[in-house]
C-alpha cells in the first residue's frame, strides 16, 4: 500500500526478525506438549459430543478417564473403542455419557485404528470445507455489500434465544459482524457447556449448540439484507482450542484469539496458554476464520501514550505466532485501540499516527480497530465526539474490522437504540468522508510522522529486551501490561502435558499438512 509514514523498511524487517527469534524457542515447547483441551479439542473434531446426566460434557468424560495416558493422545483410545465396540460415533458418544471407559478397553490392531481414524479426518474435513466454500461463496454472491470497515458489534443477553432477535436488529441497521460475547468468566471454566443455554451473567455461554443458533439466525439476515454477516465468539481462556473447533465446525468466521491475553489478563498459566493458542490457531487457519488478537487491553493497565509501543510489539509477537499456526496475513485481524486520555494536547494526531503506522507495517491484514472505554465517563454527549473521532480515524487510515463504540459505554450494557446511534454516527462520519486518504498526505517532520517512526523505535528496542530475556522471562518480569505472571503459576498448569513418543493425533497431522507446517 501507498507510504505516507516514510517508516524504515529496515526497522520493520529488524522487528519481524527479533520476533522470530523471540518466538522459535516458545514453539519448540509447544510442539513438545499437548493439554487437556488440545485433546478435547481433537476429540471434538473426531465427533465427541454430549453430556452424561450431570451435564459433564463427553470430552471430558474421556479425557479425565485418561489422566495417566494422554501422552500418548486421547484420541488413540476413542478410536480404538470404536473399532473395538463396532458402534458409531454417535452410539459411542451415548456409552461413554452412560459410563463405558474408554481407556480401560485393550489396545487393538494399529492398522484398523489409523483406518478409522482417518474417516474421522475426512469427515471433519469435508465439513469444515463445505463450511469455507459456503462462506467463500456468499462473499463473491454479495461482493462490495458490507461497509469498509467492517462496522462490527456485540450482543449478550445470557440467552441466546433473545441473543438472536438483538442480532438480528443489528444486522437490519447495517451491521457487518455480531459478536456474541460470552457470559462473565467463562474463559475459566476447564470444559465447554453442553446445549443451548438461556442463563448468563454478562454474556452468553460459548456452546456448539449456541453457536448453531446463531449462525441459522444470521444466514436468514444474509439472504434478506444482501450481504454476508459475520459471527464472530471467544476462543480464548481454558478451553481454546475447543471453541476454535466448535467454531469450525458451525461456520463461525471470527475468533477473538490472541497468543498471550490469558496469560496477562487471565492468569492462566504461560506453558498452557502457548500449546493451545498454536492448536486453536491451526483450527482457525484451516477453516478460513479471522482471529482477533487483543492488543487493545494492554491500554486498560498502561497509558496509551507511554506504552504504545508494547501494543506494536505485541502485534509483531501475534504476526509471528499465528504464521507459526498456519494463518496467513489476511486472517490475522491483529488489535489495536483508541484509548488515549482525550485531555491530551494533539491526541487526536498521536491516535493518527498509531493507526496509520499499524496500517502501513500490517498492509494484509485486516486490523481490528477498538473504540475508546477506559475515558468514557458516562456523558453522552462528549461520548458521541469522542467516537465520531475514532470513526474518523478508522476510515482514514483504512481499518478492516471497526468494533463500533457506544454513546453510553461507561453506564450500561448497550440497549438496541444505543447501537443504532452508534452505526448512524459511524456510517455519517466514514460516508462522508469515504476518500479522504486518497487526498491527504503527512508533513515531512510533523508530528504524525514522528511520532509513528518513534513508537517503531522504541518498539524495536523492546523488541531487543525481550529477546535477551526470553518471552516467558519477560512476561515474568512484567515487561507486557505491568502484568507479572510466574510460568509456575496460574490457571490450569496441571493441565499441561508432555506428549511421548507414540503421541496419537492424525488431526494434528493433517492441519500441518494441508498449512504447510513442518513436522
Do not use: W
Request: proline residues 3%.
Amino acid at each position: 500500500m501507498e507510504t505516507k509514514l516514510a517508516l524504515p523498511a529496515d526497522k520493520i524487517a529488524q522487528a519481524r526478525e527479533l520476533s522470530v527469534r523471540i518466538v522459535k524457542p516458545v514453539m519448540d515447547f509447544v510442539e513438545a506438549h499437548t493439554t487437556v483441551t488440545v485433546e478435547r479439542a481433537t476429540l471434538r473434531l473426531a465427533g465427541a459430543d454430549g453430556a452424561d446426566s450431570d451435564g459433564v460434557p463427553v470430552p471430558n468424560l474421556i479425557v479425565d478417564q485418561l489422566k495417566n495416558k494422554l501422552e500418548a493422545g486421547a484420541l488413540l483410545y476413542y478410536v480404538n473403542a470404536l473399532v473395538k465396540t463396532g458402534e458409531t460415533v454417535e452410539g459411542l458418544n451415548a456409552k461413554i455419557a452412560a459410563g463405558l471407559r474408554v481407556g480401560d478397553l485393550p489396545l487393538g490392531d494399529r492398522s484398523a485404528i489409523d483406518r478409522k481414524a482417518s474417516e474421522l479426518v475426512r469427515a471433519f474435513s469435508d465439513r469444515v470445507t463445505r463450511n469455507r466454500q459456503h462462506r467463500e461463496a456468499k462473499l463473491v454472491e454479495f461482493e462490495g455489500k458490507n461497509h469498509s470497515p467492517m462496522l462490527y458489534l456485540i450482543v449478550a443477553t445470557g440467552n441466546i434465544f433473545e441473543d438472536v432477535k438483538q442480532a438480528q436488529a443489528a444486522a437490519e441497521q447495517g451491521a457487518d459482524v455480531v459478536a456474541v460475547i460470552r457470559t462473565t468468566a467463562q474463559s475459566l471454566l476447564d470444559y465447554v457447556p453442553y446445549g443451548a443455554t438461556t442463563e448468563g451473567f454478562g454474556g452468553t455461554y460459548a456452546t456448539q449448540e449456541n453457536f448453531r443458533i446463531m449462525r441459522a439466525a444470521l444466514d436468514e439476515a444474509v439472504e434478506k439484507h444482501g450481504r454476508y454477516i459475520y459471527l464472530t465468539n471467544y476462543a480464548s481462556g481454558l478451553c481454546m482450542p475447543e471453541i476454535a473447533a466448535m467454531g469450525a465446525l458451525e461456520r463461525l468466521d471470527m475468533m477473538l484469539n490472541d497468543s498471550m491475553y490469558g496469560i496477562l489478563f487471565r492468569d492462566i498459566n504461560m506453558y498452557r496458554t502457548f500449546v493451545d493458542q498454536k492448536f486453536s490457531r491451526m483450527i482457525n487457519a484451516f477453516a478460513g476464520v479471522i482471529i482477533n488478537t487483543g492488543e487493545d487491553n494492554y491500554l486498560t493497565t498502561s497509558d496509551a501514550v507511554e506504552k504504545a509501543y508494547t501494543v506494536l510489539a505485541s502485534q509483531f509477537l501475534n504476526e509471528r505466532f499465528a504464521y507459526a499456526a498456519g494463518l496467513p496475513a489476511k486472517l490475522m485481524g491483529l488489535g489495536h485501540a483508541f484509548e488515549m486520555d482525550p485531555e491530551i494536547k494533539n491526541g487526536f494526531l498521536l491516535e493518527l499516527a498509531q493507526a496509520q503506522m499499524a496500517r502501513e507495517i500490517f498492509p494484509e491484514a485486516p486490523l481490528k480497530y477498538m473504540p475508546p472505554t477506559k475515558f468514557m465517563t458516562g456523558d453522552i454527549f462528549k461520548g458521541v465526539v469522542q467516537n465520531a473521532l475514532f470513526n474518523f480515524v478508522s476510515q482514514a487510515t483504512g481499518q478492516g474490522i471497526h468494533l463500533l463504540g457506544m454513546l453510553t459505554e461507561a453506564i450500561h450494557t448497550p440497549y438496541m437504540q444505543d447501537r443504532s446511534l452508534a452505526l448512524e454516527n459511524a456510517k455519517y462520519v466514514m460516508n462522508n468522508m469515504a476518500d479522504l486518504a486518497g487526498e491527504i498526505e503527512f508533513k515531512q517532520g510533523g508530528i504524525i510522522m514522528n511520532r509513528a517512526h518513534q513508537v517503531l523505535d522504541e518498539a524495536v528496542a523492546f523488541l531487543q529486551k525481550i529477546e535477551q530475556l526470553g518471552l516467558m522471562d519477560a512476561m515474568e518480569k512484567g515487561e507486557f501490561a505491568e502484568i507479572k505472571r510466574p510460568r509456575d503459576m496460574g490457571k490450569g498448569l496441571d493441565g499441561l502435558v508432555k506428549k511421548g513418543p507414540e503421541y496419537f493425533n492424525p488431526f494434528e497431522g493433517y492441519l500441518k499438512a494441508e498449512l504447510g507446517l513442518e513436522g
